[in-house]
């Protein structure tokens, strides 16, 4: 079993910029790849971008340009930084974690919210 704890969400003016964290904890050994999702109000969950142990990052490509995510396996983290946030990045945004074996792990979510 792997835990995902998300933390960084909160209230962006649009233009502004975010950091979203996520810790992993359990058998973190058997994490292939950390990354994130979003979910929009009334829209499905939709993959953003994820890091693998090779250091090999995917990006969705509407948000290429303006996020980049890091990981470090070691500490067993991934962070996503989001500049010249929209109200169309306004979502809830879910950390995950596919581990060897290819199950798939989520965190509870944290909420953007871009709004003046």
């Known amino acids: 079993q792997v835990q995902l704890e998300e933390s960084g969400g909160g209230l962006v003016q649009p233009g502004g910029s975010l950091r979203l964290s996520c810790v992993a904890s359990g058998r973190t050994f058997q994490i292939w790849t950390m990354g994130w999702y979003r979910q929009a109000p009334e829209k499905q969950r939709v993959f953003v971008a994820r890091?693998?142990?090779?250091?090999?990052?995917t990006y969705d490509d509407s948000v290429k340009g303006r996020l980049t995510i890091s990981g470090d396996f070691a500490k067993n983290t991934v962070d996503l930084q989001i500049t010249t946030l929209k109200p169309e990045d306004t979502a809830v945004y879910y950390c995950?974690?596919?581990?060897?074996?290819?199950?798939?792990?989520w965190g509870q979510g944290t909420q953007v919210t871009v709004s003046s």
């Open positions: 890091v693998n142990r090779d250091g090999i990052t």
């Open positions: 995950h974690a596919y581990v060897y074996g290819g199950n798939d792990y």
